[in-house]
């Protein structure tokens, strides 16, 4: 399983990968009104394992559309991918399974189109959450379709903390000096960002995505004061796992994927969602502006949309699916998977995550004094040397 060895990190890659070009946003003129016959091919960019044969076999037999797989290991990979051209298969690439550190990069940057999410049946049954997300979504125009999501949560050992921990300030706090693990990723400030949004109000902040410079740089001071306390910047889900597998650390920032794997070894932990809140990620399959197989594309778009897949797809990956039928699924292959995955989760439940979307100097309230996506990844290679 490879979500599992994916990461959502978004160090080293193309510098076009790094920036948000000015092209704009695309023209919705050309929406289709309905799915053509299956072009016999689809291209895909993906965290690994994204159209597993699992769920992917019965599409391609269904559909005639052969799926041609390019796995990427980060957010700033998959942009530099649909950027450079060239799908498996030949021609362009059709899909991309993008997070949201990385979508709103692509729409501005031109390289994905307006998706017709009438043509997707299951889109009414999303989460409200996750048909109009500000991620994918610009001025009610749709950029994708949500696929997967999960929360970043506090993870640590049950038997080495103690009390059990309440916030964010346990990563933040000398006690577990050298013991400590967070994601090796650029949108690791907006977390210090969240964590000084409820604890120092005077900063202003109000989106842990937008923040001027002032509130950027007591972010980072943050995190370079953290620095000393870090056994490990983890990349992969796997490496975070050993790590509380091996008592090489005892709290840090993790997955729900990775609890439960640790769980089900026995190693004794937990996770939890801190007073301050937690950012999460989510994922949406976006349509390039060349894209070849049209059709194809769409008709995936419908397939991976469906209760049933969503729930195959939430379980081999350790993600909750967007589809609100999908629940009873989960529970079908996997009794109590639905709870676990926080798939029937209520609507406060999401006030309490903020979801990643990419930084832009423009600020969403009338100003363009943020700090841009680039700025983060500068930032960041300081925090960690």
């Known amino acids: 399983m490879n979500r599992i060895?994916?990461?959502h990190v978004l160090f080293a890659a193309l510098a076009v990968a790094m920036c948000v070009p000015a092209a704009g946003v695309s023209s919705t003129s050309a929406l289709p009104t309905t799915i053509g016959k299956g072009e016999g091919s689809l291209n895909l960019i993906e965290w690994a394992a994204y159209s597993d044969p699992s769920f992917a076999k019965p599409f391609e037999k269904q559909t005639g559309c052969i799926i041609h797989r390019k796995d990427a290991g980060s957010s700033n990979e998959m942009v530099a991918l649909m950027r450079s051209g060239g799908g498996g298969g030949g021609g362009q690439y059709d899909l991309v399974s993008a997070s949201g550190d990385a979508s709103l990069r692509l729409i501005y940057g031109g390289d994905v189109q307006p998706v017709n999410v009438k043509l997707i049946p299951s889109w009414k049954d999303f989460l409200p959450n996750f048909r109009s997300p500000a991620h994918n979504t610009v001025k009610g125009v749709h950029y994708g379709v949500s696929v997967q999501w999960g929360p970043n949560t506090l993870i640590y050992n049950t038997k080495l903390v103690k009390p059990a921990p309440t916030s964010w300030g346990s990563i933040y706090s000398s006690k577990y000096k050298g013991k400590v693990t967070v994601p090796n990723n650029p949108i690791q400030i907006a977390d210090a960002?969240?964590?000084?949004?409820?604890?120092?109000?005077?900063l202003g902040i109000t989106d842990p995505y937008e923040l001027n410079q002032s509130q950027f740089d007591a972010a980072v001071n943050l995190l370079k004061q953290q620095r000393p306390l870090i056994k490990k910047y983890w990349d992969l889900a796997s490496q975070e796992i050993s790590l509380f597998?091996?008592?090489d650390v005892v709290i840090g920032a993790a997955w729900p994927y990775q609890t439960n794997t640790l769980q089900g070894a026995n190693v004794p932990v937990a996770d939890t969602i801190p007073s301050e809140g937690a950012t999460g990620w989510a994922d949406t399959w976006m349509l390039g502006t060349k894209a070849p197989h049209p059709n194809c594309a769409y008709l995936w778009y419908k397939w991976i949309?469906?209760?049933?897949?969503?729930?195959?797809?939430?379980?081999?990956?350790?993600?909750?699916?967007?589809?609100t039928k999908a629940c009873s699924e989960m529970d079908t292959l996997q009794a109590g998977s639905c709870a676990q995955?926080?798939?029937?989760?209520?609507?406060?439940?999401?006030?309490?995550?903020k979801f990643w979307k990419t930084p832009l100097a423009d600020c969403g309230n009338g100003k363009s004094d943020c700090m841009p996506y680039s700025k983060w990844q500068t930032a960041w290679t300081s925090v960690t040397g």
Do not use: C, W
């Not at 960002?193 to 005077?202: E, G, I, V």
């Not at 995955?341 to 995550?353: K, V």
């Open 193 to 202: 960002a969240l964590y000084l949004m409820k604890t120092q109000s005077s």
């Open 245 to 247: 597998t091996n008592h």
């Open 341 to 353: 995955y926080h798939a029937d989760a209520p609507a406060s439940y999401f006030n309490t995550i």
């Open 305 to 323: 949309s469906t209760p049933h897949v969503q729930a195959q797809q939430a379980i081999f990956f350790g993600e909750t699916p967007v589809n």
């Open 5 to 7: 060895k994916r990461a």
